[in-house]
């Protein structure tokens, strides 16, 4: 199946930094990525939809100005986690979808990033 | 809104023997998809198998199968010959196949149910 990255896989950062997240897709290309968060033992809660050369769709109750979003090119997007305080820390999952959209596509995850705010 | 849901928090199953997993979702389409993730303790999110609710046949993948009930709106995975490396947490999933979202689907996750395989 097809691979999707993410860099790094783990951060500890003190808190006011700004954190940058990269996902990409190794052997294809995605027009649309997702990016979840994930709380210890819970499931995963979408962020935001990234399409390639648009704004991000954020789901209701996300910052946007908090976590920036930007899909630049088909094979990578980036979160930026602004400002980050101790609450921004989790898992964060990013995963992208082969395909234009349709029936076939599938979603393929990245590892993870976890991000720890001191 | 759709929603999914996991009412199994734990299982657990003996190597080698049979266990279902049990998934129903609410929604108000006709035309979606179905999942079923794994998630290991590695924290890698893995599809196991998807079903498409215009198909009546059951999905198989190998070990893995589906019971897709479209009308009780439920949907349980069956893995067969349990090996330890189906230990890990399992997510099902539902995604929209209709327009106008048809081109950015979103996957709505249950809460999860986390498999234990006992040697």
């Known amino acids: 199946g097809a691979v999707v990255s993410q860099h790094p896989s783990r951060v500890i950062c003190k808190s006011g930094t700004s954190v940058k997240i990269e996902c990409r897709s190794l052997?294809?290309?995605?027009?649309?990525m997702f990016w979840y968060r994930q709380f210890p033992k819970q499931s995963l809660m979408l962020m935001a939809t990234s399409n390639e050369g648009s704004k991000a769709t954020y789901e209701q109750g996300v910052e946007k100005d908090k976590f920036l979003i930007n899909h630049a090119s088909l094979t990578l997007s980036t979160l930026t986690v602004t400002s980050a305080h101790p609450e921004d820390s989790s898992f964060y999952i990013c995963?992208?979808?082969?395909?234009?959209?349709?029936?076939?596509?599938?979603?393929?995850f990245g590892p993870g990033t976890r991000l720890t705010v001191l | 809104a759709q929603t999914v849901t996991q009412s199994q928090p734990e299982m657990s199953v003996q190597e080698a023997e049979t266990v279902t997993l049990s998934c129903t979702y609410d929604t108000s389409e006709s035309d979606y998809y179905l999942f079923w993730y794994k998630q290991p303790p590695s924290r890698q999110m893995i599809l196991v198998i998807r079903q498409e609710a215009y198909k009546q046949q059951n999905a198989t993948e190998n070990r893995f199968s589906v019971n897709f009930q479209k009308a009780a709106k439920s949907f349980s995975l069956k893995i067969s010959d349990s090996q330890l490396g189906d230990a890990a947490m399992y997510f099902c999933?539902?995604?929209?196949?209709?327009?106008?979202?048809?081109?950015?689907?979103?996957?709505?996750f249950g809460t999860g149910t986390r498999l234990t395989i006992i040697p």
């Open positions: 999933a539902y995604r929209s196949a209709e327009e106008p979202n048809f081109g950015n689907e979103k996957l709505t």
């Open positions: 052997d294809f290309q995605a027009t649309t």
């Open positions: 995963s992208a979808r082969d395909g234009a959209g349709g029936g076939t596509d599938t979603q393929y």
